[in-house]
C-alpha cells in the first residue's frame, strides 16, 4: 500500500505538488474607488505555486501585477478598497488573519522586493541597522551575531566588502546594489516566498543580470518560492518555471515556460514576445510593438481587453467576454480565436486583407521578416 | 570618413568638481557620425554616456577636446551664431514625463521651439505642431489639448520626440529614449524614430544600455567604460564577435527570450569603480576575466583591428 502511493507519487510528480502547494490565490479581486470610478486593477486571478519553484507573472505596465501582489502580501490601503478572493499561504488562509498575525508572516514566512528600492529602505539610517534590525527583532539574534549574518547576507549578494558596506547610507550606493540589499533584506529571515515586483525594471541589462543571477542562487541555495513580476518576458525565460501572463486585471494566459515560449496560445502574449529587441534579429529587421495601450482599468469594455489592439480580433471579441479555459494540461488561455489554431489563422488572414489596424503592424514584419 | 562626417568628436573630456572631488566623467572620447547614419553609446550608468551626449548637442562645454558639427567647431562661433546652429542639433531625455512641462498642453509644448525662434504666426505653429504630433503617431485632436501628465510614458516619449523635430534639427541625440518604457512601449518609440530618421534625413547619436535596444536603431556602436571607449564597429561585427570583454558581457547580459537557451557564464562581477579615482592601465580590468600584468601597467589603445572595427584591448577576443 505504502509502496503503490509513493510509485504514484513518482509517475504524477505534478499532481502531489499541486496537493501541497505553497500558495494558492483563488478568484483574487481588488478594486479601488477613485474620483473617476472604480478601478477594477485584479479582476479574478487564481494562481497555485508549489515550494521552491518560481512563477514569472507578466504584463505590460497598469495591468495589475503590482496591486496583485500587494493582495496577495495584504498590503493594501485601508479605505477605499474593495477585496474578495482567497489567498491561502502554508495552509492557512491569509485573509482570517489578524494584522499580528500577518505582520508576523511578513518578513518571516513571505518577503517582498520592490522596484524602487529606495521606496524601502530608510534614506537616513544605515543599511547595517536596517538589516541587523530585522535580524534581531524577528530572528531575535543578538547584536554580534546579527551583524554577522548580516555580512553574510551582503556576501551572498555579491557586495563587495560587506562589512564596510554595513556603515553605507542607501544614496550613497549604485542602483544595482542598492536592489541587492534589498534583496538581503527580505532574504534576512529566510523566507518560504519571496514576492519580487519588478526588481531590475530601470537597472543597466548587466546590473539586471548580477540581480536575477543573485535572486536565482538564493532561491535555489534556500528552496525558496518566488513570484518574478517583470513587463519583459525575456527576463523570465530562463527564470521561471511557469508564467501567468496579466492583461487589464486577469491572467489571460498561464503555463509552464517552456509552453509558453514554444506554443501561446494568446494574441497578447505572443505580441509580447515578438516585441522583445533581439540581438539574432537580422539587420534593419522592424520591432514587433504592440500598438495602442492597455485600458483604462476604470472602464474596461464588454468583451476581450485585448481586442482592440489585436490581430486576431473578431467580432465575437468585442461582444463576449473568453473565458480563461484549459486547452491542454497546465496550459490555460482565454481567447476565442487562438494563435495556431483554424479559428485564430481565419481571424488572422481575414483581418490582413481587410487591413485591420492591428493585423497590419503585424503583417508588416511578416512580410520584411 | 571623418571628411564627410557631420558630427567628429575628438579627444573629449569632461571634468566635474575641483581638486580632490574632481571626476573625470569623459576622458579622451573620439568618434564620427557620417550623416544620415546613427552611432549607438552603450554602456552601463556612469560610463559617461550623458555628459558625452551633451557636449555633443552642446547643452554642456567640454574641459577639453573639440566637437564638429559639418566641420565648424561650433564653440569657435560667436554667441549669436551659435544659438543658431545649436537649433541643428537637439536632444530626447530618458525620463519621458518629468522631461515635459506639467502645465503645459501637449501641442504648446510641441510649438515651443518654434515660438521660441519666431518668424511664423500663432496659426502656422499651430499647424506645424500639429503636422508633428501626427508624424510622431498621436491624434493632435485628441492629445493635443491634453497635458503630459494624462499621458502614458510612450506618449510623453513621442511628444519629446516631437518638440525635438520642430527646427528641423540635423542632428538628434537620443538619451536612453526607451530606458524606461515597457517592453511593447519600447518597439513603438524604436520604430518610430528610424521611420523619423528615414523621413527626416536624421543623423542620430543613440545613448542605451542595452545592446539589442542599439542594434534595433544603429548602424554602428560604440562602447563605453568609465569614461573611455572600449571598442567601436559596426553593429553586426559588435555583437556577433565582439572583441573587448567588455562588450562580451554587454551582449551576454541581454536577456534572450528563449527557454531552452543556456545562462550564458555568470554575469559581469562587481561593480564600476569610482571615476573620481579610476583604475590603472585598462580601466576595465577589475572586472575582465582575461585582466594580465600588463592590464593594470599599460592603457590599451584604441586600435583598429578590422576595417572600420576599433578595440582598446591588450587581449581581444581574436587573439585569444
Ligand atoms: N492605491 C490605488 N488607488 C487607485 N488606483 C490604483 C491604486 N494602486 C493601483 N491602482 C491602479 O490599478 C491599476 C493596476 O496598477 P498596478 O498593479 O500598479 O499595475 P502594474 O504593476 O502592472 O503596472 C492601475 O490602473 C493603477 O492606476
Ligand atoms: N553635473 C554633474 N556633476 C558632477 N558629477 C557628474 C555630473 N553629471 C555626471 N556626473 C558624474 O559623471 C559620471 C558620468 O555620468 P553620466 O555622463 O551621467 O554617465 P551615464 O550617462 O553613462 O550614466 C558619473 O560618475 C556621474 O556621477
Ligand atoms: S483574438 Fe479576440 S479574444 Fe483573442 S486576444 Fe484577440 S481580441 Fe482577444
Ligand atoms: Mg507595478
Ligand atoms: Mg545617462
Known amino acids: 500500500m505504502t509502496k503503490s502511493r509513493s510509485g504514484l507519487a513518482a509517475a504524477f510528480p505534478a499532481a502531489t505538488e499541486l496537493h501541497d502547494p505553497l500558495l494558492e490565490v483563488v478568484d483574487l479581486a481588488t478594486s479601488f474607488q477613485t474620483p473617476r470610478g472604480l478601478v477594477r486593477a485584479v479582476d479574478g486571478v487564481s494562481l497555485t505555486l508549489a515550494r521552491s519553484r518560481t512563477l514569472g507573472v507578466v504584463g505590460e505596465t497598469g495591468s495589475g501585477k503590482t496591486v496583485l501582489i500587494r493582495s496577495i502580501m495584504g498590503l493594501l490601503p485601508r479605505h477605499g478598497v474593495q477585496r474578495s478572493g482567497k489567498v491561502i499561504f502554508a495552509g492557512r488562509d491569509l485573509g482570517a488573519l489578524g494584522e499580528r498575525d500577518l505582520r508576523r508572516v511578513w518578513g518571516t514566512e513571505m518577503a517582498m522586493v520592490f522596484q524602487d528600492p529606495m521606496t524601502a529602505l530608510n534614506p537616513v539610517v544605515r543599511i547595517g541597522r536596517q538589516l541587523t534590525e530585522s535580524l534581531r527583532l524577528r530572528a531575535g539574534l543578538d547584536r554580534k551575531a546579527a551583524i554577522e549574518t548580516a555580512v553574510a547576507l551582503l556576501e551572498s549578494v555579491g557586495i563587495a566588502s560587506p562589512r564596510e558596506r554595513l556603515r553605507s547610507y542607501p544614496h550613497e550606493l549604485s542602483g544595482g546594489m542598492r536592489q541587492r540589499v534589498m534583496i538581503a533584506i527580505a532574504l534576512a529571515c529566510g523566507p518560504k516566498l519571496l514576492l519580487a515586483d519588478e526588481p531590475t525594471t530601470g537597472l543597466d541589462v548587466t546590473v539586471q543580470a548580477q540581480v536575477l543571477d543573485v535572486l536565482g542562487t538564493q532561491q535555489a541555495e534556500r528552496s525558496m518560492a518566488m513570484i518574478l513580476v517583470t513587463h519583459d518576458l525575456g527576463v523570465v525565460a530562463t527564470r521561471a518555471d511557469s508564467i501567468a501572463v496579466m492583461y487589464a486585471g486577469r491572467v489571460v494566459e498561464s503555463a509552464s515556460t517552456a509552453v509558453i515560449f514554444d506554443s501561446a496560445k494568446m494574441p497578447y502574449t505572443e505580441a509580447l514576445m515578438r516585441s522583445i529587441p533581439r540581438l539574432d534579429a537580422p539587420p534593419g529587421a522592424r520591432l514587433a510593438a504592440i500598438p495602442g495601450r492597455p485600458p483604462d482599468l476604470t472602464t474596461v469594455p464588454t468583451g476581450c481587453a485585448f481586442a482592440p489592439r489585436c490581430a486576431y480580433v473578431t467580432e465575437r471579441c468585442i461582444h463576449e467576454t473568453p473565458p480563461l479555459t484549459e486547452s491542454a494540461p497546465g496550459h490555460y488561455h482565454a481567447c476565442w480565436n487562438p494563435v495556431g489554431s483554424p479559428e485564430g489563422e481565419q481571424a488572422f488572414s481575414t483581418n490582413l486583407a481587410k487591413g485591420v489596424m492591428a493585423a497590419v503592424e503585424i503583417a508588416q514584419r511578416e512580410v520584411r521578416k | ?320
Open chain 2, 1 to 320: 570618413m571623418s571628411e564627410q562626417a557631420l558630427l567628429s568628436v575628438e579627444n573629449l573630456v569632461v571634468d566635474y568638481g575641483r581638486r580632490h572631488r574632481r571626476v573625470q566623467a569623459v576622458s579622451g572620447v573620439s568618434f564620427a557620425v557620417p550623416e544620415r547614419q546613427t552611432l549607438g553609446l552603450v554602456g552601463e550608468s556612469g560610463s559617461g554616456k550623458s555628459t558625452t551626449g551633451r557636449c555633443v548637442s552642446f547643452v554642456q562645454r567640454p574641459t577639453g577636446g573639440t566637437v564638429r558639427f559639418a566641420g565648424t567647431d561650433l564653440s569657435t562661433l560667436p554667441a549669436r551664431e551659435l544659438r543658431r546652429a545649436r537649433t541643428k542639433l537637439q536632444m530626447v531625455f530618458q525620463d519621458p514625463i518629468s522631461s515635459l512641462n506639467p502645465r503645459r498642453k501637449v501641442i504648446d509644448i510641441v510649438a515651443e521651439p518654434l515660438a521660441i525662434w519666431g518668424g511664423v504666426n500663432r496659426k502656422e505653429m499651430m499647424r506645424r505642431a500639429a503636422d508633428m504630433l501626427e508624424a510622431v503617431g498621436m491624434d493632435p485632436a485628441v492629445t493635443g489639448n491634453r497635458r503630459p501628465g494624462e499621458l502614458s510614458g510612450g506618449q510623453c516619449q513621442r511628444i519629446s520626440v516631437a518638440r525635438a523635430l520642430m527646427l528641423e534639427p540635423a542632428l538628434l541625440v537620443c538619451d536612453e529614449p526607451v530606458s524606461a518604457l515597457d517592453v511593447s512601449v519600447q518597439a513603438q518609440i524604436l520604430n518610430l524614430l528610424t521611420d523619423l530618421k528615414e523621413r527626416y534625413g536624421l543623423t542620430m547619436l543613440f545613448i542605451a544600455h542595452d545592446l539589442a535596444v542599439v542594434k534595433a536603431t544603429s548602424d554602428r556602436v560604440a562602447v563605453m567604460y568609465l569614461g573611455k571607449l572600449c571598442e567601436l564597429g559596426p553593429v553586426e561585427d559588435l555583437y556577433l564577435s565582439p572583441q573587448h570583454p567588455y562588450s562580451a558581457a554587454l551582449v551576454d547580459a541581454v536577456p534572450v527570450p528563449d527557454p531552452r537557451r543556456p545562462v550564458a557564464g555568470p554575469p559581469l562581477s562587481g561593480d564600476m569603480p569610482s571615476p573620481a579615482d579610476p583604475p590603472s592601465g585598462c580601466r576595465f580590468r577589475t572586472r575582465c576575466p582575461f585582466a594580465q600584468d600588463i592590464c593594470a601597467i599599460e592603457e590599451p589603445p584604441l586600435e583598429e583591428i578590422a576595417p572600420g572595427h576599433l578595440v582598446a584591448c591588450h587581449f581581444p577576443t581574436s587573439s585569444r
